[in-house]
């Protein structure tokens, strides 16, 4: 299922498969994945704003098994909505408009720790924490991912200030929101990757 991507692309199918076919081959000569398991997924596919506007894509996203609301994305990011959150020092992107995300967790051990105490951890373990295009992509891909009290941050993209976007549950359905970086939530992870690739 596309879930309407190409038409937020403003691409016909076949183009939009086209564009994605390269990360399909790589895909295919990845060796030595992680088995998928509780809280984790070894291959995400990440579309960045490069194509689609997060803002758009974040209504295509559905809770695991069968949600039927769609995703929402919290009026507190403010007027520019997602627009000012950028990639942060700590995040190399292969390419600017689609790549795999391998070996993703959302970083349950980081519940009801702060944010700016979970980061140098990740990064000590050569890990990476993941963007809100990347959360995104995950929810689309593995939405088993996003459950109840097991949620996660991104704080692999900041505006500048001490927000931290999050994705969790509210009514239902996924939204991405956000939360201070010196808060602890007893509910929220700070999800994180093994590496990128294109």
């Known amino acids: 299922m596309d879930r309407g991507y190409p038409a937020l692309a403003e691409e016909s199918p076949a183009r939009f498969r086209d564009l994605l076919e390269p990360l399909r081959q790589v895909a295919a000569g990845l060796e030595d994945l992680p088995h998928a398991s509780p809280g984790c997924a ?22 695991a098994p069968r949600g039927t609301r769609p995703g929402v994305v919290d009026r507190n990011h403010g007027e520019k909505g997602l627009a000012p959150y950028r990639p942060t020092e700590h995040v190399r992107l292969p390419r600017p408009d689609a790549y795999l995300l391998l070996d993703v967790d959302r ?5 009801d720790v702060r ?10 373990r050569g890990r990476s924490p993941l963007t809100i295009e990347e959360g995104v992509a995950v929810v689309t891909h593995a939405p088993g ?3 109840k009290n097991r949620c996660f941050m991104l704080s692999g993209s900041r505006r500048g200030d001490r927000r931290v976007p ?4 509210s009514a239902g359905a996924p939204k991405l929101g956000w939360c201070w970086d010196g808060n602890p939530h ?4 700070v999800a994180s990757a093994g590496s990128r690739v294109a």
């Open 115 to 124: 944010p700016e105490d979970a980061l140098p951890t990740i990064l000590a």
């Open 166 to 169: 999050a994705m969790w549950i």
């Open 107 to 111: 970083g349950e051990e980081f519940r």
């Open 42 to 63: 070894p291959l995400v596919l990440v579309v960045t704003r490069e194509i689609v506007d997060p803002e758009q894509a974040v209504p295509m996203l559905r809770l």
């Open 145 to 147: 991912l996003l459950e």
């Open 186 to 189: 007893s509910w929220l992870g």
